[in-house]
């Protein structure tokens, strides 16, 4: 294991990482521990299972509490956007500007703000989810058939009505792919909440200013990805059922 | 990590909200180089190591940058063109997301061990889906009316892919470029886990360079993003044809 | 009623129809001086319009492309709000109505049909009695009644708008125009996305559901055959929606306003009047009959007669349903076989338009076809020759009265 991390050359670098940190961490060393050449060490993954459970339930917490503080405030800038058309463009740079600042960044400048926990973790994850549902609201609205609004208009339905029976039903395809690409790359951004103690996965990676060990860092790299890959499978399921006509569509053109 | 208070008084003087005060500490460490106020005597921050590890940060970005979009953009044309490979496409746009930056680099410190080079591989392997899936998207989106008309007007399918579909799919293409772009620069400041030292080494690194260097890390590596940011969607704009950008309106 | 000054004609309108409702509940519509100017536009889209649409009529507004058609009918729904003028509907000004109100009693009905994709059928018709607050059985009584009315087979009921065809698709756009029993259908071309074959279809079967429920409709082309064929009256519009004459179909043929009216009806006017009439409204052959083993001596002696034109006997079933036309081989017996060597050919019915009639002669390749009434027993023969004695005669040519009354279904 030493050999794997060379000294970990952090300029910052403290402690050994070696042996003896994972003597430290885990208790015991077991066999296939002890040995660098072991990717994956089944024994300690069995004996130490447990300790992946609060972790995983933090980081579904941080998900789902921000992807939905994200869907509210990105739903109603898009809501706004779409009457006030002069918005669109300032609302599509904020909320862009906010995604393009690295995760790990946006943490550690609400510091001075907000301090370290979770608040911080989800204001951060939060900001990072807007743009992606922001721009999915708002084109799946420009993306409603002119004729078909123009029939609504034309039934006498008003605006209000126009938006909420005709325009959001149909956006709705897209605003569900922004609900899912914003959830599934919440999950593996939220591994970095360890660095403002917000905990989550991220803790069974990297702790205590140091990587732990390659078996550690699979499993809860592996149980992000899964809890990843559920969300994905649950909205796929969400979008199919709450657009029977793109099956018909799907069905019509095969 | 409590919020730095130790800041010369130079910056902070124009930083008068008690919220921004913490920010001053930061600024002052970006600019002047000082000794640690954690190991002691060491010499920390100072514009000259903020662009030491910058530079480190923008090479490694770029060249990975460059390396996704040579594998993926070709790729993209090439499968996006020939209409097959759709759900490869888009199942590794998916996967690609689903992926933890931390873990990633996290496996790589631990198993392959550090370098520049093993570095950019992997910042460029992280890069490649959402290029990759933009580009297939956007070729498969260009309307097909145009294509036809040009393989009627007796076009060969590469100028087809070169003058029809590729100039039509840039708006696509560029934002897969700026998504991977993003992915990189957050993924390359956590690169010194690695052994690369970014600017990611002042955040990572708060038993060296205290709070102040935490937080100054954090600024410098929003300040690079939105730099990234910028100059690709002016590159973006650059490259959509004059006639797409109307449509658009 | 209409400003001398434009100098076209105004044929003589019932004064009882003029204003106010007609017994099924149709309103007159009446432009007056209404004007659209577009921003930014120097000249106005529509100047000074003044019209009057007669309750429970068809008025065409016809025209070249960008005169001015969608811009005089979408002002009567305000989905473009008038500049100067006002129309009126049922003798009440839109302009103090509020729009979405006026909006769901007015039919429409577009090219593009608009219906929403995310929703069923019944669903699309049901838009708007569900906005009024009906309640469900009442919703659901109306829409398989509006499914009925115009032709569609209930189970579409809960199919989505993909899974029909253009046709049917603007089928439903009607029936979801009538939903709440409008007395007024704007209707801007509504069959200009459909193929010739069924446009025709289409056609006839508005003309017959208007007969039925005889709405004041609003109804935009750029075509002149078909407005012909479904106008009661035909604004033929220049740009800027001057009205260059507004009459029946039969007057616009016979005696066109002046050259642009001229220009714009063209040079086939014989031909067009076949548009205005029936095959019921001409003289048709009689048709040698024959049934299964019936004698054949029998049929021969018929065909043989002076009045019969036609060489060949059809072939009919016990409720006089043509099957098809007998050869001489088929004569050849002592009676007459149960089926017919030659196939039937088009079969025409007496409701026909003659101009239809005549094109499916054309297309079927033959000579004569079968004519049958509403039963599908056949009441004569028309041929290829009948009509083009009538285009011939001067009865077709005549510049005085309509050799015919419009048609009606
Ligand atoms: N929204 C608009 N803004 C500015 N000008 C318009 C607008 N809509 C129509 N126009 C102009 O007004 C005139 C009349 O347009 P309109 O759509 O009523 O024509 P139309 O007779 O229906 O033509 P078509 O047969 O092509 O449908 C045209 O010159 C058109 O360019
Ligand atoms: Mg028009």
């Not at chain 1, 609201?137 to 009505?161: F, I, W, Y």
């Not at chain 2, 590729?166 to 957050?186: F, Y």
């Not at chain 3, 009024?132 to 989505?160: F, H, I, Q």
Request: include cysteine; proline fraction near 6%; glycine fraction near 10%.
């Amino acid at each position: 294991m030493a050999s794997a991390l060379p000294g970990l050359p952090l300029a910052a670098a403290v402690g050994e990482v070696g042996e003896g940190f994972f003597k430290e961490r885990t208790g015991a060393t077991l066999p296939c521990q002890a040995r660098p050449s072991h990717l994956f060490c089944w024994d300690w993954a069995t004996e130490h299972i447990n300790r992946f459970g609060t972790p995983t339930v933090q980081q579904f917490e941080l998900v789902v509490i921000s992807v939905l503080i994200g869907f509210a405030i990105a739903f109603g800038l898009a809501l706004l956007a779409h009457r006030f058309r002069l918005l669109q463009w300032p609302l599509l740079a904020g909320t862009g500007i906010l995604f393009a600042i690295p995760s790990v960044a946006f943490f550690l400048l609400l510091l001075p703000i907000t301090g370290t926990g979770r608040e911080t973790a989800i204001i951060a994850l939060s900001a990072y989810t807007l743009q992606i549902i922001y721009r999915n609201v708002m084109s799946g609205l420009a993306n409603v058939p002119e004729s078909a609004k123009d029939a609504a208009r034309g039934m006498g339905l008003t605006d209000r009505q126009i938006l909420w029976r005709v325009e959001l039903p149909l956006a709705i395809p897209e605003i569900v792919g922004g609900l899912r690409i914003a959830t599934v790359s919440t999950v593996a951004i939220a591994t970095l909440a360890v660095f403002v103690n917000a905990g989550g996965l991220g803790t069974q990676i990297y702790s205590e200013s140091n990587l732990t060990f390659p078996t550690a860092i699979i499993i809860a790299g592996g149980i992000a990805m899964l809890m990843a890959l559920a969300f994905d499978a649950v909205f796929l399921t969400v979008q199919r059922l709450a657009t029977p006509w793109r099956r018909a569509a799907a069905e019509a053109s095969a | 990590m409590a919020p730095g208070g130790g800041g010369g008084v130079g910056v902070s003087a124009f930083l008068p909200h008690p919220f921004f005060a913490g920010f001053g500490g930061a600024i002052e460490f970006i600019f002047n180089e000082q000794e640690s106020t954690v190991t002691g005597g060491k010499k920390v921050g100072g514009i000259e190591q903020v662009l030491e590890l910058a530079w480190t940060q923008i090479e490694v970005s770029l060249l990975a940058l460059a390396l996704a979009i040579l594998i993926a953009v070709p790729v993209g044309l090439y499968f996006g063109h020939k209409g097959t490979g759709e759900l490869v496409a888009v199942g590794i746009g998916n996967a690609g997301r689903a992926v933890p930056e931390l873990a990633a680099i996290a496996l790589i410190a631990a198993v392959i061990g550090v370098g520049v080079v093993t570095l950019t591989i992997v910042l460029a392997v992280l890069g490649i889906p959402p290029i990759l899936t933009n580009t297939f998207v956007g070729i498969r989106q260009v309307d097909r009316a145009p294509v036809d008309a040009a393989r009627g007007i007796g076009m060969t399918e590469p100028e087809i892919v070169r003058k029809v579909e590729l100039p039509m799919a840039v708006p696509s293409i560029m934002t897969g470029i700026r998504g991977a772009s993003i992915n990189i620069i957050a993924t390359a400041t956590i690169a010194p886990l690695a052994g690369v030292l970014t600017l990611g080494d002042f955040i990572l690194g708060e038993n060296v360079y205290g709070a102040d260097g935490v937080l100054a890390g954090a600024i410098l590596v929003a300040v690079l993003a939105l730099i990234f940011e910028f100059a690709l969607a002016g590159l973006q704009r650059r490259l959509t044809s004059k006639g797409l950008r109307l449509q658009a309106q | 009623m209409n400003p001398p000054t434009q100098g076209y004609k105004v044929a003589p309108v019932p004064a009882a129809e003029v204003t106010g409702q007609s017994q099924s509940g149709a309103s007159s519509v009446t432009y007056r001086g209404a004007t659209k100017r577009y921003a930014n536009a120097s000249a106005p889209a529509v100047d000074h319009l003044d019209l009057e649409v007669a309750a429970g009529e068809i008025c065409v507004l016809v025209g070249p492309s960008g005169c001015g058609k969608t811009t005089s009918m979408r002002m009567v729904n305000r989905m473009i709000e008038m500049t100067e003028g006002d129309i009126l509907i049922g003798g009440e000004s839109i302009k103090r109505r509020d729009a979405a109100r006026l909006r769901r009693e007015i039919g429409y009905v577009i090219q593009q049909v608009g219906l929403f994709p995310h929703r069923t059928i019944a669903q699309n018709i049901a838009t708007v009695p569900q906005l009024l607050g009906w309640d469900r059985e009442r919703v659901r009584a109306r829409t398989s009644e509006l499914l009925d009315l115009v032709g569609l087979d209930p189970e579409l009921a809960d199919r989505y708008p993909v899974q029909l065809s253009g046709g049917q698709q603007q089928r439903v756009g009607v029936a979801r125009a009538l939903a709440v029993d409008p007395p007024v259908m704007l209707m801007d071309e509504p069959f200009g996305a459909i193929d010739p074959i069924n446009r025709e279809r289409l056609q006839n079967e508005f003309l017959r559901l208007q007969a039925e429920i005889r709405k004041t409709v609003l109804f935009v082309t750029h075509d002149i055959d078909e407005a012909i064929k479904m106008g009661d009256r035909i604004a033929i519009m220049k740009e800027h929606g001057r009205v260059e004459q507004y009459a029946t179909p039969a007057e616009v043929l016979m005696a066109p306003a002046n050259e642009f009216v001229e220009d714009f009806v063209g040079a086939d006017r014989a031909l067009k009047r076949l548009s205005l009439m029936r095959v019921r409204d001409i003289r048709l052959w009689k048709a040698p009959l024959a049934r299964a083993g019936q004698a054949t001596a029998e049929v021969r002696a018929a065909l043989d007669a002076p009045e019969v034109e036609v060489p060949y006997a059809l072939l009919v079933d016990d409720r006089e349903r043509p099957r098809g036309w007998l050869t001489t081989r088929d004569l050849a017996g002592d009676t007459v076989p149960a089926t017919a060597d030659a196939p039937l050919g088009p079969v025409l019915e007496t409701g026909d338009v003659m101009r239809d009639a005549l094109a499916d002669l054309l297309q079927g390749e033959s000579m004569y076809a079968p004519v049958v009434d509403h039963g599908g027993a056949v009441v004569g023969i028309l041929s290829v020759e009948i009509i083009s004695e009538f285009l011939a005669s001067p009865e077709a040519k005549t510049e005085e009265q309509p050799a015919v009354e419009r048609p009606r279904g």
